[in-house]
């Protein structure tokens, strides 16, 4: 089955409650309306837990940015749990490996004590230490970013990887999940595809298959750096159609869900400069540095976050408001946006969503 990445709507996993489905609602009639000062919640936060992390991955954009590390305050994660019976769900992803974060499992632990479903986004080195709090509390779905089938590109690419450790604990957690008869945690692969790896997809899904996962997403390669511009994926459209396709047969055959990129003159955004934009009333997103962003994927900084301040206050200020009137005008956005890579909204048409040498794309620290 082939999906695409979701941008108005959120993973479907457990039922919402009552007063979480009136919020959902709320925000994506506010979304439609093209309010700019919202009445209903976020339905999503996302936390960055640290920018830093246990690998050093050769496409990362750490290598082409001044990274200080930074690691999310307790205090500030304990001033949101307020909104986590009315907000669908809590993302902990950002530029660095969420579950090195000291306090990890006390967020999960805390997230549980209410309705919100629970997502990370992990490179997968730290299953077993957290393998028991994934089904102590109750996670919903959680990704593993892997960048080959074998060990020799995956553990190349992913310097610090060890794809059989992290296949070993992927079955292991599988097989408890089945034992206990659980339809959660979903789990998938992500893959970052570029030329020297993008051959090994239709395996990728094997592997998945095999190991017992329900769905393989691909990203194509954003290059950051030089160094990397002969893995980009940009003028190689007949290759990628191939192995998409190979990759989709596979997936048909095993059961697993494909979730693609469009194709290169096939994204629906068409001449716009990405698709439209709703992170900035779906999402509330706070950075390891303790600054409110639109979204990762942006150099841009809103504000500081602040314990004391009222959270309506923060969710309608200026700034969120100036972003929901121009996000989506190709005149008016934010040069960020312009040249947006976030792989759910960007255009895939454009060579910008591809190559960001030179350019900036990443906060200060």
Not at 75 to 103: A, Q
Not at 204 to 213: E, F, K
Not at 308 to 314: E, G, S, W, Y
Request: aromatic share 10%; hydrophobic share 40%.
């Amino acid at each position: 089955m082939i999906l695409r990445a979701k941008t108005k709507l959120l993973f479907e996993g457990r039922e919402l409650t009552e007063m979480q489905k009136a919020n959902s609602q709320a925000n994506l009639a506010e979304i439609e309306a093209g309010a700019t000062v919202l009445k209903s919640y976020p339905r999503r936060l996302v936390l960055e837990l640290t920018n830093a992390c246990n690998l050093n991955c050769v496409m990362c954009g750490r290598n082409a940015a001044d990274f200080k590390p930074t690691m999310f305050d307790m205090d500030v994660f304990c001033s949101l749990e307020p909104l986590m019976d009315r907000i669908e769900e809590v993302t902990l992803m950002g530029w660095g490996e969420p579950t090195i974060h000291p306090h990890f499992t006390e967020m999960l632990e805390i997230i549980n004590r209410h309705s919100a479903r629970k997502y990370f986004c992990s490179n997968g080195m730290n299953l077993k230490k957290i393998k028991d709090a994934i089904f102590d509390y109750n996670v919903d779905v959680f990704a593993v970013s892997l960048d080959g089938a074998t060990p020799e590109t995956n553990d190349r690419i992913r310097r610090g990887s060890k794809i059989k450790q992290i296949t070993e604990d992927l079955k292991d957690i599988v097989k408890i999940k089945r034992e206990r008869g659980l339809k959660y945690p979903w789990i998938n692969f992500v893959f970052c595809a570029m030329k020297s790896n993008i051959r090994e997809l239709p395996d990728m899904v094997r592997l998945a298959a095999d190991i017992g996962l329900e769905e393989v997403k691909v990203v194509y390669l954003t290059v950051f750096d030089n160094s990397l511009l002969e893995e980009t994926l940009w003028g190689s459209e007949d290759m990628v159609r191939e192995v998409f396709e190979e990759a989709l047969e596979v997936a048909d055959q095993y059961g697993i869900q494909m979730k693609l990129p469009h194709y290169v003159g096939e994204d629906p955004a068409g001449v716009n400069l990405h698709k439209d934009c709703f992170v900035t009333w779906r999402d509330f997103f706070v950075g390891s540095d303790g600054y409110v962003r639109p979204c990762m994927s942006t150099p841009e900084k809103f504000f500081k976050y602040d314990i004391n301040r009222d959270f309506f206050d923060m969710w309608n200020d200026r700034k969120y408001q100036e972003y929901r009137r121009i996000v989506n005008h190709n005149d008016l956005m934010e040069a960020a946006c312009k040249r947006c890579y976030q792989s759910s909204h960007c255009n895939w048409n454009n060579k910008s969503s591809f190559i960001q040498v030179g350019e900036e794309f990443s906060p200060e620290w």
